[in-house]
């Protein structure tokens, strides 16, 4: 069991024979391949489960891709924009190690909010340390970006995470003064928007009501009830009332706030389901939404242009945050 080495890095073991390979969770799931995934070569267990083999040349060109291109490239970037960039590295907001963020500054500061990026992973993998160059691009146009870690499920429960951010985004509003605009991708596309409806009273006496005004969601998952029918529940371990409990798109809607709903455009069908769902609901509550379909993008990709800052997403983040 690859897991068992590691459930946030990802693995692949690559068979002699080259038409074989063994995988962990973050690799499936970097990969998009569920339980529901009909896609031959992923092998399965009597109950259907995914095991993490791989067979033919299609499933494991994806894998690789993965874990090299979007792995260890996206690792290599992020380490060397820690190197060169103005930063605190491992500010803690809680009691363990996970709970930290680093933070990225500008040479100039010109908004007037902090951006908190919060990664993906499906909420069971990955760390902040693969996403440091996410904040280039904002960092250039004058804006500082906070990027978070939390503890991942199984060894907490789903709704623990939604705590462990409230308390990232109050611990920096408490520090510097200023309004948190909340930016995720997948699973942090989905702590985002529980943020932006968060009722700040009932966190913290003294938080202001609107200390996140905005979130901008990147293929983000705001129903979580459908996910309780796949293999990414195995980690979850969501019951049908707690994924609707956890899930933003049945909490009150924050009225009179922004949310930006937006999803990579070679996507499939539920993000951009879950995307317009959010937007049209929220929308017709008095919330201020907008939807948006990235051209030419998968749900790995959509996150890149971040670290350029003329890139329209990186934009749209920075006008946000009043720059």
Same mark, same amino acid.
């Given at each position: +069991?690859?897991?068992?080495?590691?459930?946030?890095?990802?693995?692949?073991?690559?068979?002699?024979?080259?038409?074989?390979?063994?995988? #962990?969770?973050?690799?499936?799931?970097?990969?998009?391949?569920?339980?529901?995934? #009909?896609?031959?070569?992923?092998?399965?267990?009597?109950?259907?489960?995914?095991?993490?083999?791989?067979?033919?040349?299609?499933?494991?060109? =994806?894998?690789?891709?993965?874990?090299?291109? *979007?792995? /260890?490239?996206? %690792?290599?970037?992020?380490?060397? &924009?820690?190197?060169?960039?103005?930063?605190?590295?491992?500010?803690?907001?809680?009691?363990?190690?996970?709970?930290? &963020?680093?933070?990225?500054?500008?040479?100039?500061?010109?908004?007037?909010?902090?951006?908190?990026?919060?990664?993906?992973?499906?909420?069971?993998?990955?760390?902040?340390?693969?996403?440091?160059?996410?904040?280039?691009?904002?960092?250039?146009?004058?804006?500082?970006?906070?990027?978070?870690?939390? +503890?991942?499920?199984?060894?907490?429960? $789903?709704?623990?995470?939604?705590?462990?951010?409230?308390? @990232?985004?109050?611990?920096?509003?408490?520090?510097?003064?200023?309004?948190?605009? *909340?930016?995720?991708?997948?699973?942090?596309?989905?702590?985002? !928007?529980?943020? $932006? @409806?968060?009722?700040?009273?009932?966190?913290?006496?003294?938080?202001?009501?609107? $200390?996140?005004?905005? !979130?901008?969601?990147?293929?983000?998952? &705001? #129903?979580?009830?459908?996910?309780?029918?796949?293999?990414?529940?195995?980690?979850?371990? /969501?019951?049908?009332? @707690? @994924?609707?409990? %956890?899930?933003?798109?049945?909490?009150? *809607?924050?009225?009179?706030?922004?949310? +930006? *709903?937006?999803?990579?455009?070679? %996507?499939?069908?539920?993000?951009?389901?879950?995307?317009?769902?959010?937007? +049209?609901?929220?929308?017709?509550?008095?919330?201020?939404? =907008?939807?948006?379909?990235?051209?030419?993008?998968?749900?790995?990709?959509?996150?890149?242009?971040?670290?350029?800052? %003329?890139?329209?997403?990186?934009?749209?983040?920075?006008?946000?945050?009043?720059?």
């Amino acid at each position: +069991d690859l897991d068992a080495v590691s459930s946030t890095r990802m693995i692949v073991v690559a068979h002699v024979s080259g038409h074989i390979q063994n995988v #962990n969770t973050p690799v499936l799931a970097a990969c998009g391949f569920t339980r529901d995934s #009909n896609i031959d070569g992923l092998l399965r267990d009597p109950s259907g489960n995914l095991t993490g083999e791989l067979l033919g040349p299609a499933v494991m060109g =994806r894998a690789s891709r993965a874990a090299g291109d *979007a792995g /260890l490239m996206r %690792e290599m970037d992020a380490e060397a &924009y820690r190197a060169e960039a103005l930063c605190e590295l491992g500010v803690s907001y809680g009691e363990s190690e996970r709970q930290r &963020y680093d933070l990225f500054k500008p040479e100039t500061m010109r908004g007037n909010a902090i951006v908190l990026f919060i990664h993906g992973g499906y909420w069971q993998a990955l760390d902040r340390s693969f996403f440091s160059h996410m904040a280039r691009g904002l960092n250039r146009r004058g804006i500082p970006v906070a990027v978070v870690g939390y +503890d991942l499920c199984p060894q907490v429960e $789903l709704g623990h995470i939604v705590w462990e951010i409230q308390q @990232a985004a109050a611990a920096l509003w408490q520090r510097y003064s200023l309004p948190v605009v *909340a930016s995720g991708h997948s699973a942090g596309g989905h702590l985002a !928007a529980c943020l $932006l @409806a968060t009722n700040w009273a009932n966190v913290e006496e003294g938080l202001p009501e609107h $200390l996140v005004p905005a !979130a901008y969601g990147i293929s983000g998952l &705001y #129903n979580l009830k459908p996910l309780t029918e796949t293999s990414i529940n195995g980690a979850l371990k /969501l019951s049908f009332e @707690a @994924a609707e409990r %956890e899930s933003p798109l049945f909490w009150p *809607a924050p009225s009179g706030l922004v949310m +930006d *709903a937006v999803v990579g455009g070679e %996507e499939s069908e539920e993000y951009f389901k879950q995307s317009r769902r959010i937007v +049209d609901v929220w929308g017709l509550s008095g919330v201020q939404t =907008r939807y948006e379909e990235i051209v030419g993008a998968n749900h790995f990709t959509v996150i890149g242009g971040l670290a350029d800052p %003329e890139n329209a997403m990186t934009r749209r983040i920075a006008e946000l945050a009043g720059a």
